[in-house]
């Protein structure tokens, strides 16, 4: 159980507390409502480029890490298609100084073309050393579009291509950050040795006098029902061939998303897995093979990805996915199956219960999904889900027609 208070501030900014006096450190943790599913065709890698630009200096403070480092912080953030999220965790007594650098960088950045220029090139170099010149990088560069065709699911959190971080404008950047990275849509969460008559004397004082902004609505296009397979196939220089079958899944606030987050881990969570143990151990087909979802906000992928072994026909490899996707969608899982992987869901969540940092995140995504007392109730559903329901979801999930494959092959 995470207990937190909550209030809003005048300008539209949430703000969570979470007290834990057994701690003498704090966090605080901002998730903006923006990921790369917010960009526009063409101009994409924007939330992501963002990420690096707002440690680039704000308007009073010209190098953000020098003063948090002064006083024992540390701090760093992440994107992904969904959300952008920074944290700073420190010692308690010297929480204000987060308040401080946060709200100013919310404020506003300093946008200088040597800011821009400098982490433009880091983004670049980034793209090339990690989706381009490493063995299979560019794997989400090429399932993403084959398996969404209109929603910006279709592409990375990097972005589309080089060129469009290469070609960022200055006037594209600060229209970005002025419609997004506003009071209005930010959920701010500060966590640990804190209390929360303190925290919102300091939001009060440091963020409250940002402008709210205007209210971003989001309305992206919708993906349409997939009614034909789609495949492609890429020749590479990597060392082993390789199989990405993607499937549509719910979105994460639909009441059957822990179903499927329960029946990746049926197929491939540890070496009783059905996966692991049919097509790796026993058969020898694969080198290694995994089940896994992207929890994504919108609809979402539920990916099967392999590496072959080497002389292993990929006709071969591919339909003994299919069985094990089939048996899914035949038969029930069994009992044991359900309560192993139920087991280290629920250790899972408890795990992060102990991680003040892991705390912040959790309420503020939970806020972000409609109510942070959902983090509460979550092993709840996991724990609730029956083998018929797995089956029902394999069922109309597991479908050819619904498939997106790529096949991933290394040059003879």
């Known amino acids: 159980m995470v207990d937190f208070n909550r209030f809003t501030l005048a300008n539209g900014l949430k703000v969570l507390v979470h007290e834990d006096p057994t701690t003498p450190m704090a966090v605080l943790n901002i998730l903006y409502d923006v990921g790369a599913r917010d960009e526009e065709e063409g101009r994409t890698g924007f939330a992501h480029l963002f990420e690096h630009l707002m440690f680039g200096g704000s ?5 953000y890490d020098e003063p948090l480092q002064r006083v024992g912080g540390e701090n760093n953030a992440f994107t992904s298609n969904d959300i952008t999220n920074y944290y700073i965790t420190l010692p308690a007594v010297n929480i204000e100084t987060a308040f401080w650098l946060e709200s100013d960088r919310m404020l506003s950045l300093a946008f200088s073309e040597k800011s821009l220029d400098t982490q433009r090139n880091v983004v670049m170099e980034e793209f090339k050393q ?69 925290v919102k004397k300091m939001a009060e004082k440091w963020f409250e006098p940002i ?9 992206l296009p919708k993906e349409l029902a997939q009614t034909e397979a789609r495949t492609l196939t890429v020749n590479e220089n990597v060392p082993l061939n390789s199989i990405y079958i993607a499937f549509k899944m719910p979105a994460r606030n639909d009441q059957t998303y822990q179903v499927y987050d329960l029946m990746s881990d049926v197929l491939s969570q540890g070496q009783s897995s059905r996966l692991y143990n049919s097509l790796l151990k026993e058969q020898q087909l694969f080198s290694d093979i995994n089940a896994y979802i992207s929890s994504s906000l919108d609809e979402g992928l539920f990916v099967v990805e392999g590496k072959l072994v080497t002389g292993v026909e990929m006709e071969t490899a591919e339909k003994a ?20 992987v ?23 995504y939970y806020e972000l999904l409609g109510d942070a007392q959902l983090l509460n109730i979550e092993i709840d559903k996991y724990l609730a889900i029956t083998a018929a329901q797995i ?21 003879a």
Do not use: C
């Open 59 to 63: 308007v009073n403070i010209p190098s």
């Open 130 to 198: 990690r989706y381009l010149n490493q063995p299979y990088g560019d794997v989400w560069l090429k399932l993403r579009p084959l398996a969404y065709q209109t929603h910006p699911y279709r592409w990375a959190t990097i972005g589309q291509d080089l060129a469009q971080i290469e070609n960022a404008k200055m006037e594209d950047v600060k229209a970005f950050f002025k419609k997004h990275y506003n009071p209005q849509n930010a959920i701010m969460v500060v966590g640990g040795n804190v209390k929360t008559e303190e």
């Open 211 to 219: 402008p709210a902004g205007e209210k971003y609505h989001r309305n």
């Open 321 to 340: 996915i299919w069985k094990e996707l089939q048996q899914m969608t035949n038969s029930l899982v069994s009992e044991e199956e359900l309560t192993k």
């Open 342 to 364: 139920k087991n280290k869901s629920e250790s899972i969540m408890l795990f992060a219960e102990m991680n003040l940092l892991d705390k912040a995140m959790n309420l503020a």
């Open 391 to 411: 089956k029902q979801a394999a069922a109309t999930t597991f479908v050819k027609e619904k498939s997106s494959t790529l096949y991933y092959l290394a040059n």
